[in-house]
């Protein structure tokens, strides 16, 4: 049973970075060329698509978050991570990781649980 | 970009279809995929492929995709259905996950 758990500080300072990383259990990052993402959602709102990896590197980003947000795979530690960069009260929100199969337009069939980050000073 | 339009809200009683419509421009030439989302918890896949169920969804949850409109429906809806529901298309245009605004479902 495939597990997927986000973990980070909870409460970070306004332009500050906000670091992120899901770790992966009951399955290897590398064994199939899944997409790994990272999706939030604002208090009370829907979710949005932030950024999605391969185990191999190749990277999509949300060209709205682009210029502030990294996504990296460590698979010696079968980890996938999110940097968000000058953060503002716009970036609190849950944060989930999720898998989805092996192409861009397949679901994302296993998702984190979620954890809130909050901007706040 | 691409954009996906879902109504905020559904209700339905007990026992009776809903349908919850996620529009877009030309959306059945796209694979359409449907999340439930109950209050503090993650989104768990319901539809994949526009028709396709996951194993443990029950056979109360189908989709369809046609024209410019996608539909989640669900049969015989029960309390433990309500919950907020998004639809989720691939945007080949810019390599981009879209997700609809999220539907609201209410058994009355």
């Known amino acids: 049973q495939l597990r997927l758990q986000e973990s980070g500080p909870g409460l970070v300072k306004p332009s500050e970075t906000l670091s992120l990383t899901c770790t992966v259990s009951g399955g290897s990052i590398n064994s199939r060329p899944y997409y790994w993402g990272w999706i939030r959602q604002s208090p009370g709102k829907g979710l949005e698509w932030i950024a999605s990896?391969?185990?191999?590197?190749?990277?999509d980003y949300n060209p709205s978050l682009r210029s502030r947000v990294t996504i990296s795979v460590d698979t010696s530690k079968n980890q996938f991570s999110l940097k968000v960069t000058s953060v503002t009260a716009a970036d609190t929100a849950v944060y989930y990781c999720?898998?989805?199969?092996?192409?861009?337009?397949?679901?994302?069939?296993?998702w984190g649980q979620g954890t809130l980050f909050t901007v706040s000073s | 970009s691409y954009v996906l339009t879902q109504p905020p809200s559904v209700s339905v009683a007990p026992g009776r279809t809903a349908r919850i419509p996620c529009g877009g421009n030309?959306?059945?030439?796209?694979?359409v995929h449907w999340y439930q989302q109950r209050p503090g918890q993650a989104p768990v896949l319901v539809v994949y492929d526009d028709t396709n169920r996951p194993s443990g969804i029950p056979e109360r949850f189908s989709g369809s995709n046609s024209g410019n409109t996608a539909t989640l429906t669900i049969t015989g809806v029960q309390a433990g259905d309500e919950a907020d529901y998004y639809c989720h298309v691939w945007d080949n245009s810019g390599d981009l996950r879209v997700f609809g605004g999220g539907t609201k479902l209410t058994v009355l």
């Open positions: 999720a898998r989805q199969d092996s192409r861009p337009d397949k679901p994302f069939h296993d």
């Open positions: 030309s959306i059945a030439s796209k694979s």
């Open positions: 990896i391969t185990y191999s590197g190749d990277i």
